[in-house]
């Protein structure tokens, strides 16, 4: 029996891309202005660097996370597994757009409110966060990222190859994913380590599994 290097390397390489997302993830809550809770208020909020820098925080982590669960499957195959990561895949595809206007198009209505003085302009606010469209396919991305990240909770505890508690943070933080949006600025915070911690647990697993073939 030998180590697989090859296979060796891909787990450890999405070890490392779930280890960084994992951080990405907490600083999007703590670095984000909270702000836009008064929308009058908003707009220094949307204007700031901060802002940016947050969400597209949030961004990196999620497009990390795919390769975190495609080093899952390497490391412990099986249907959910596979099944876990394809979700997951698809339903950051959904996501991303969502926070691409949250990130661009809210900073610039919030810039050109500072440089002009036209608070009306926050008018466009909700009509970008909570058109039909956006809505349906942010909360169906969430919802199928919440689903799996218990499908790969539920293979880690069933695979017999890395401890069976070590997704069950990851899991319940990504099932959390879209009902913390509606709570307190501590609350969102909490819910970033608790995402951070999910992800470095998970990593520190994948890091750890040892590999081998015949």
Known sequence: MAIDTKVGTGVRGGSIALL????LFVV????????????????????SAAWVVAH?????????LPLGLLALRTAIGGRLAGAAFVTMW???GMVLPYYGAETFALNAIGQRVLETGDTGLLALV???????AQVTLFGVGLVLIAVAAVLAGV?????????????VPFAAAFALFLPQFFGTPELRIAHGVLAGVGCVLLATQLRTARLWVG
């Open 20 to 23: 960084v997302a994992g951080l």
């Open 28 to 47: 999007y809550p703590v670095l984000r202005p909270y702000g836009d809770t008064v929308l009058l208020d908003g707009a220094p909020a949307f204007a």
């Open 56 to 64: 597209l925080s949030a961004v990196a982590g999620f497009v990390l």
């Open 90 to 92: 698809i339903g950051i």
């Open 126 to 132: 909700d009509a970008i966060r909570f058109g039909s």
């Open 155 to 167: 293979a880690v505890w069933r695979s017999g190859v890395l401890s069976r508690w070590s997704a």
